[in-house]
């Protein structure tokens, strides 16, 4: 650490003693910012680089960016527990300063450096500050909602404490005990359960007794007092150190293997699913999704359960494999990324569908399950993406990525590690387990290990991905072996210009590390339909196959052969026929008709890509005397009616009378009335109105006083829709931007956003009263 | 990167490459837990399900030996949710044991207690279990013995049933072994049974299952109730029984339509035992009227459902069960594993075959072309009318003749669907006919004409399709049939199957109809018996050499150095 000279006072290591503390101690978070040496306040920046950009003007613009709650919160979401642990012995003491020196004496079961580390790791983070006594900045305070576990004070939860304490917890019953003790640990809020008829329940007996306090409707809190008094000698609860996981071990060389295994299922599968689409396209939902029908139609087909198919489709979705396209761009289609896929090598196209998932925002997991509505979300929906997903994915696998090759932890070991490391974003490591799954069954991890590719990936990218599995994977091969059954089987990967071909000429019946393919009279049309001939064929399956190619499939083209084409289809637009056989002919040798593009389909027969009526004038001209024939035979003679417009249809008289008021629409327009009323009545206590969107500080001392005063306001509030309203409510708290309350009007506990509330008026006794 | 015979796929197919050098030795090792589904020429594919593994479990090998296999002879890395899946399902079996307590008689233990709240709670077994002794063993009411297996693997935990047998009453019987020895493959399915207790003998047709049926009854040494097919297959029980046992004609007792008799050694039809009367089943007796130490099920794969529901309660009697596939077509295979027992042993047929126990067989298919006159009937036909217009064409008839000519000093059976085509060839060919109102004193003059060879060819119905003995039958015919059923196919091939006295080739012909619906179900069974690994020729029937030409069949008919 450099040390100016001349400022003595400005740098605070983590083990400044109090002795050699000057009397001018800084006053404030700002001043002890100027006494930060530079690479300290490099350090902050570094550390909290959202205040750093753009610029902060001075120190002062600096402590005010510092105090800005998202910045305070994310720096906050960062720390681990044991860090936490000493931001909240801080946080909790009696009186704001905290001598460095006595912190260790509040956490006796935590090392010494553990502390230290801890107050190092904050003060750099300007979340404490101070040299001698540690401080903690309001917006801090005001972040850590319950610190160490622990709630309000009771003064603060307006919940008057009994006189003795001790002896009134001595005296509970246990279940009630239960209910207290439970709230004393992590979480000082607990739910309210249910009425049950008949006795109350022990959180009811506790609300009663005063014990605990009512935060909202469903809610209540444990005051800070009682949960200390419960916790006993060790106020900050239980040490939260560093957990130690039990290791997975794998062979390396075996993990690998086994990673390697993965990879060729879903590169196959990958591929199977991605040359359904390319033959029959999936629907795109108006939602944005691929539909069920389309998911079970697939699932179905590639014999594959159907949340399988939709985590491969979504794979090949990440990595730009599968995108909307199509003429009216309503198609789940292949994109020409997966062309230019296909040829690739296995370690390529792996390290590409691995670094799709990898960097997705898309979470996956949430596929399949249903939403609040209890709809299923689709595969491909919008709904599921998360930007936090990348930072989850990389976050989770980073830590197995810190042990040597061969070592790991299994999914709860590593949640728990996880949930320590970031205790402040433990709701978001719900999906873990599943991105783990998910990372099994891309061949990133094995068994909880890294593979030598996940690895890679990690730490080198899509590239060193590609490298590290390169070697495990083998190397395509070129023909098949053709059975008597009639099936094909490659034993490998096939390169791919023989898996296109194959894919014309006969169907997967299963895939993995081989291919089987079936030949049938099916296929075999298919390939007839696609301009193959039977020469070709036989050629080709000659050429592939490494075995003889069977009689019996030479006997199945030929067969097939013979029958295919039998019958002819072609598009014309008229026909000339005549029973004279040598008027037909003299009619197509005849110079002066061939503008009617004739041509000869059968004796007697010609046809036409032109219409009739341009037909008949050039054979009227040439001097033939031609007839219209309708589609039974008959001469047509008579001219075509002159045109004429479709006419309105007579009796389709449009409705011209109102729509009925239905009683749904008729009670709406009373509540609104009522509604009007009451506001008016209200205004007599002086209504504070703001502009939407700009608090002023009258509304917030007023809500504030009606909070304080537990007094009912009519609110006028306009809601996410953008529709205006006036509700009586009755305030419980309010913090962070948000009132809470009961809405008396709808008999529900709502919370209030303060920037949407347009006006504000204490309510009279009677106003409450008032139906609504 | 290994260079294994072995590919496993992700639907838990295994592709085993025949010409590899080390595949013998995989298959040895796969065999146990994975049923054979395919052998064609080059790669033969095997299945891994549920029950195979189960039934490997039952055999002693374990999740470990099963992995190991996999990963040593897979020639690309397994993926190891698959191997994990296999290890999964492997652990289910024998979680859960049947046994007999000394206090508190037939009890269901388990090792893992999640399981057996799991299944105390399912409503399915629930009414099958009695008491509560402790926290890992239950009671078991002994006459659901059967159907809590069965329940029990329904829901996927199947039971090891360690609750023994009664021995029976004794009855001596030895195998006569003075002009005959039991094959060294029957040998070791008679053991492979034995040493479980009860189960199923896997054998193809011709493989002489009766001999294994005879070898347990004498390793029992107790009375025997067989259970076969028809009365004719009984017939040809007893008969072989007399021959191959110290059992006595007064010994074996026929319980059929015919005749009711209880003798130690009892043989009864699926038929009789079937029968109802006012909606009972009036057989019933035949199960308590001995108290039976074996019984014998032949032809497992068609034991009709009520006996399924009869086995139930037989379950601390040795049951052996006998055939030639496990598959069966109504899908009750789970039912042959928790009522017979597991699969004890199981040999396919080329194995065999190459042993020279069975005959080879040349399959070929031989094509016909309908006249003007017969396409036009087949083209305007009904569609539930084709099949048959298309398989009875006088066209064929000609061929069939010069197809038997081929084979002029053969025994040959002519096969077929439609009665009245069996009578137009029966005069057309001057040979008797079979079928079902055939009474069964003139089916056994008729088939001991036809092996003593007085009558050198047979006409039959369907009746073919089920257990009668032909054992010099070298060429088969077959003109029409069940729409390409796996089942018919197998038992028709199996006629020509069984050893011949010179060693010579089998000759399995079947006479189609071009471009109709007769030769698209011959693909169905040009496709199995391709799968089989049967060399299948297609011939036009204008090609069709007599002996002595070109491409005739003489030389085929030489015996093989």
Request: glycine share 8%; net charge negative.
């Amino acid at each position: 650490m450099v040390t100016e000279p001349g400022r003595p006072s400005r740098h605070a290591g983590p083990r400044r003693s109090v002795e050699r503390m000057p009397p001018d101690q800084p006053a404030t978070l700002a001043a002890w910012l100027r006494t930060r040496t530079d690479e300290q306040l490099g350090a902050l920046l570094v550390a909290r680089p959202d205040v750093a950009r753009p610029a902060p003007s001075d120190v002062v613009g600096l402590a005010t960016r510092l105090a800005v709650p998202v910045s305070v919160d994310r720096a906050l979401d960062e720390l681990d527990a044991a860090t936490l642990q000493v931001l909240d012995a801080v946080l909790l003491s009696a009186t704001d300063g905290v001598p460095r020196t006595e912190l260790a004496g509040q956490l006796p079961d935590v090392p010494a450096e553990v502390v230290d580390a801890a107050v190092e790791t904050l003060t750099t983070r300007a979340l404490l500050w101070g040299d001698a006594d540690l401080h903690a900045p309001e917006p801090v305070r005001r972040a850590v909602r319950y610190p160490a576990g622990l709630g309000r004070r009771a003064t603060d939860l307006r919940v008057p404490l009994p006189r003795d304490l001790p002896g009134t917890l001595a005296d509970l019953a246990p279940d009630e005990r239960t209910v207290l003790d439970r709230l004393a640990g992590d979480r000082p809020v607990g739910h309210l359960p249910d009425t049950t008829a008949g006795s109350l329940s022990p959180a009811r007996r506790l609300l009663q007794a005063g014990l605990l306090a009512r935060i909202d409707a469903v809610n209540v809190e444990l005051p800070r007092e009682i949960g200390l008094a419960l916790r006993g000698d060790r106020p900050l609860g239980p040490p939260r150190l560093r957990p130690e996981p039990e290791v997975s071990e794998r062979d390396p060389a075996i993990a690998d293997r086994q990673a390697a295994g993965a990879v060729l299922e879903v590169l196959s599968r990958v591929n199977d699913v991605l040359t359904a689409l390319e033959e029959e396209p999936a629907g795109l939902l108006r939602s944005g999704g691929l539909g069920v029908r389309d998911q079970k139609r697939l699932a179905k087909e590639l014999r594959i359960g159907e949340a399988d198919l939709g985590f491969l489709v979504e794979v090949a979705h990440a990595a730009g494999l599968l995108d909307v396209g199509g003429a009216q761009r309503d198609e789940w289609l292949p994109t020409r990324g997966y062309d230019a896929w296909r040829e690739q090598d296995l370690a390529d196209r792996w390290a590409l569908l691995a670094a799709g998932w990898l960097t997705s925002v898309r979470l996956i997991s949430l596929v399949g399950q249903r939403d609040v509505g209890g709809k299923a979300v689709n595969v491909l929906s919008p709904d599921v993406v998360r930007q936090t997903a990348p930072t989850l994915r990389r976050s989770a696998l980073g830590v197995l990525a810190e042990f040597p090759p061969g070592q790991g932890l299994t999914a709860p070991e590593l949640v728990a590690l996880l949930r320590w490391r970031t205790p402040r974003r433990a709701d978001r490591l719900a999906p873990v387990p599943d991105l783990l799954a998910e990372a099994e069954r891309l061949g990133v991890l094995v068994g909880g290990v890294l593979s030598s590719g996940g690895r890679g990936l990690l730490t080198g990218g899509e590239d060193a991905a590609a490298d590290a599995m390169r070697g495990l994977l083998p190397a395509p091969v070129d023909h098949v072996l053709a059975q008597p059954d009639l099936s094909l089987i490659a034993p490998g990967p096939l390169v791919a210009d023989l898996a296109g071909t194959l894919a014309v000429v006969a169907d997967v019946e299963s895939s993995g590390g081989a291919t089987v393919y079936r030949v049938s009279d099916g296929s075999i049309r298919r390939a007839l339909d696609v301009g193959w001939s039977a020469g070709e064929l036989q050629d080709f399956f000659t050429r592939a196959s490494r075995t003889p190619v069977p009689q019996a499939l030479e006997f199945l083209i030929d067969d097939v052969a013979r029958q295919h084409g039998r019958l002819r289809v072609g598009a014309i637009e008229c026909y000339v026929r005549s029973d004279d056989h040598g008027l037909v002919s003299q009619v197509l040798s005849d110079r002066r008709t061939a503008g009617a593009e004739l041509r000869r389909l059968a004796p007697g027969v010609l046809v036409s890509g032109l219409g009739a009526d341009e037909v008949l004038t050039v054979l009227r001209t040439a001097g033939y005397a031609p007839a219209g024939e309708s589609s039974g035979g008959a001469v047509l003679t008579r001219p075509k009616a002159p045109p004429r417009a479709a006419g309105r249809r007579p009796g389709a008289a449009a409705a011209i009378a109102p729509r009925p008021l239905a009683p749904d629409d008729v009670a709406a327009t009373v509540r609104e009335i009522r509604a009007g009323d009451s506001a008016l009545a209200a205004r007599r206590t002086e209504p504070v109105r703001q502009v939407p969107g700009v608090t002023t500080a009258s509304t917030l001392e007023l809500l504030s006083r009606a909070v304080r005063d537990g007094v009912p306001v009519w609110l006028g509030y306009v809601d996410a829709q953008g529709s205006g309203s006036q509700r009586m409510v009755q305030p419980v708290s309010l913090a962070g931007g948000f009132l809470q309350g009961f809405d008396e009007g709808r008999g529900e506990s709502r919370t209030f956003a303060v920037h949407r509330i347009t006006s504000v008026a204490l309510a009279d006794a009677e106003d409450a009263a008032a139906p609504s | 990167m290994s260079d294994g015979p072995l590919i496993v796929q992700s639907d838990k197919t295994l592709l085993l490459e025949v010409d590899h050098p080390s595949s013998k030795e995989c298959r040895a090792a796969i065999a146990p837990f994975a049923e054979l589904e395919r052998s064609p020429e080059h790669v033969h594919t095997y299945r891994v399900t549920p029950l195979a593994l189960w039934n490997a479990r039952a055999a002693g090998h374990d999740a470990e030996q099963v992995v190991d296999a996999l990963v040593r002879y897979s020639r690309y890395p397994v993926p190891h949710a698959l191997l994990v899946d296999i290890a999964d399902t492997m652990d289910r079996y024998g979680r859960l044991t049947l046994a007999n307590h000394p206090v508190h008689g037939l009890t269901l233990t388990s090792t893992d207690r999640a399981v057996l709240e799991e299944v105390v709670r399912s409503k399915r077994v629930a009414p099958m279990l009695g008491a509560r002794i402790d926290a890992d063993s239950v009671v078991v009411h002994p006459s659901e013995r059967g159907r809590l297996k069965q329940a029990l693997l329904k829901i996927g935990w199947p039971a090891e049933d360690l609750a023994g047998y009664v021995d029976g009453q004794a009855h001596p019987i030895e195998l006569d072994q003075s002009d005959w020895h039991l094959r060294d493959y029957q040998q070791q399915a008679v053991d492979g049974f034995w040493a479980g207790g009860s189960g199923v003998v896997v054998l193809p047709c011709g493989a002489g299952k009766t001999l294994v049926g005879a070898a347990a009854m004498a390793e029992a040494k107790a009375t025997t109730l067989i259970l076969v097919t028809n009365t004719v297959s009984g017939r040809q029980w007893k008969r072989e029984l007399i021959a191959r046992t110290t059992l006595t004609e007064e010994e074996i007792g026929e319980y059929s339509g015919e005749r009711k008799e209880i003798r130690p050694v009892t043989i009864a039809t699926y038929q009789v035992i079937t029968t109802r009367r006012k909606g009972e089943y009036r057989h019933l007796d035949l199960f308590d009227a001995q108290d039976w130490g074996l019984i014998v099920y032949d032809e497992v794969h068609l034991l009709p459902a009520p006996i399924f529901r009869l086995t139930a309660d037989l379950q601390s009697r040795r049951r052996l069960g006998l055939t030639a596939t496990l598959v069966r077509e109504d899908g009750r295979e789970d039912d042959v594993f928790s009522l017979i027992g597991p699969k004890r042993y199981d040999a396919p047929w080329r194995d065999i075959e190459a042993q020279g126990h069975i005959a080879p067989a040349e399959c070929v298919e031989v094509r016909v072309s309908l006249d003007d006159e017969e396409r036009m009937t087949y083209a305007v036909a009904e569609p539930e009318e084709r099949y048959r217009i298309a398989a009875t064409a006088q066209s064929k008839l000609p061929v069939i003749r010069r197809v038997l000519e081929r084979h002029p000093d053969e025994p040959s059976l002519v096969i077929g669907a439609y009665l009245d085509q069996l009578e137009e060839l029966g005069a057309a060919l001057d040979a008797p006919v079979i079928q079902g109102s055939t009474t069964n004193k003139e089916r056994e003059r008729l088939f001991q004409a036809f092996r003593t060879g007085e009558i050198r060819t047979l006409v039959v119905s369907k009746v073919a399709n089920f257990s009668i003995d032909l054992p010099e039958a070298a060429v088969a015919v077959q003109v029409s049939g069940t729409f390409g059923s796996r089942q018919e196919e197998a038992q028709r091939l199996g006629r020509v199957l069984r050893p011949k006295a010179d060693g010579r080739q089998a000759h399995f012909y079947t006479v189609v109809s071009r471009d109709t619906l007769d030769s698209e179900y011959a693909a169905h069974r040009q496709r199995f018996l391709a799968e089989q690994g049967y060399a299948y020729t297609i011939v036009d029937a204008a090609d069709l050499a007599g002996p002595g030409e070109v491409n005739g069949p003489d030389w085929v008919d030489e015996p093989a150095d």
